[in-house]
């Protein structure tokens, strides 16, 4: 198990460890600095029962042993905390932005050579239920190429079909492309409304 610990735990880091971190079954959150550290305390007390709690990040880095930090503080302290847990060389895993003027930029650039390969920058939007769709929807073939034979296991009630070539240079440059996405594009999309058993298919097209 890999000791995790947060520095600011507001609402944005309490979404990372639930919905990201403890979900692996694989990280102990076992410390979280944070000015109001007292009001943190009491209100994850109950489901973070072994976590120590610290009033500032240089307490906790001097107290724990870690494998890995979550700063989730404020865009403007990014940084600071970005250059002291390099101090320490523990994995970093450091929100967007990761400063927020040239001057901040420039301090980063100096800790590189030890934490570039330490440090992952977070999107944690690529856990949230609307990209595990599309993620979902990839891995099932529902994005791909018109031109090619339509396939996904995912059920199908309606089709709109708008895939063409829109630009009028496009048509002059490439006759032969237009017309092969409009028919065979066509028959494609047909075709997997007959497998599917549609209700109904839309087809948008201003030519």
Same mark, same amino acid.
């Given at each position: 198990?890999?000791?995790?610990?947060?520095?600011?735990?507001?609402?944005?880091?309490?979404?990372?460890?639930?919905?990201?971190?403890?979900?692996?079954?694989?990280?102990?959150?076992?410390?979280?600095?944070?000015?109001?550290?007292?009001?943190?305390?009491?209100?994850?007390?109950?489901?973070?029962?072994?976590?120590?709690?610290?009033?500032?990040?240089?307490?906790?880095?001097?107290?724990?042993?870690?494998?890995?930090?979550?700063?989730?503080?404020?865009?403007?302290?990014?940084?600071?905390?970005?250059?002291?847990?390099?101090?320490?060389?523990?994995?970093? +895993?450091? @929100? #967007? !932005? $990761?400063?927020?003027?040239?001057?901040? %930029?420039?301090?980063?650039?100096?800790? /590189?050579?030890?934490?570039?390969?330490?440090?992952?920058?977070?999107?944690?939007?690529?856990?949230?239920?609307?990209?595990?769709?599309?993620?979902?929807?990839?891995?099932?073939?529902?994005?791909?190429?018109?031109?090619?034979?339509?396939?996904?296991?995912?059920?199908?009630?309606?089709?709109?079909?708008?895939?063409?070539?829109?630009?009028?240079?496009? +048509?002059? @440059? #490439? !006759? $032969?492309?237009?017309?092969?996405?409009? %028919?065979?594009?066509?028959?494609?999309? /047909?075709?997997?409304?007959?497998?599917?058993?549609?209700?109904?298919?839309?087809?948008?097209?201003?030519?």
């Amino acid at each position: 198990m890999l000791n995790i610990a947060f520095i600011g735990f507001g609402t944005r880091s309490t979404y990372l460890w639930e919905k990201m971190l403890k979900p692996t079954g694989e990280c102990n959150l076992v410390a979280i600095a944070d000015p109001n550290w007292k009001a943190v305390k009491h209100t994850h007390s109950s489901d973070l029962p072994d976590c120590h709690y610290y009033a500032t990040a240089e307490e906790m880095l001097e107290s724990e042993k870690l494998d890995g930090v979550v700063i989730g503080t404020g865009c403007n302290l990014h940084t600071k905390y970005a250059c002291l847990v390099a101090k320490y060389n523990i994995p970093l +895993f450091l @929100e #967007k !932005p $990761v400063s927020i003027d040239e001057e901040q %930029l420039e301090e980063l650039e100096r800790i /590189l050579p030890t934490m570039n390969d330490k440090t992952v920058v977070s999107f944690p939007l690529r856990f949230t239920s609307l990209i595990a769709k599309v993620k979902e929807m990839l891995d099932g073939g529902c994005i791909g190429d018109i031109a090619q034979p339509i396939q996904t296991e995912m059920p199908v009630d309606y089709i709109i079909h708008g895939a063409s070539a829109t630009s009028s240079r496009y +048509f002059v @440059e #490439k !006759p $032969v492309e237009t017309i092969v996405t409009a %028919l065979k594009g066509t028959h494609n999309v /047909l075709e997997f409304a007959r497998q599917k058993l549609v209700k109904k298919v839309i087809y948008l097209s201003s030519l």
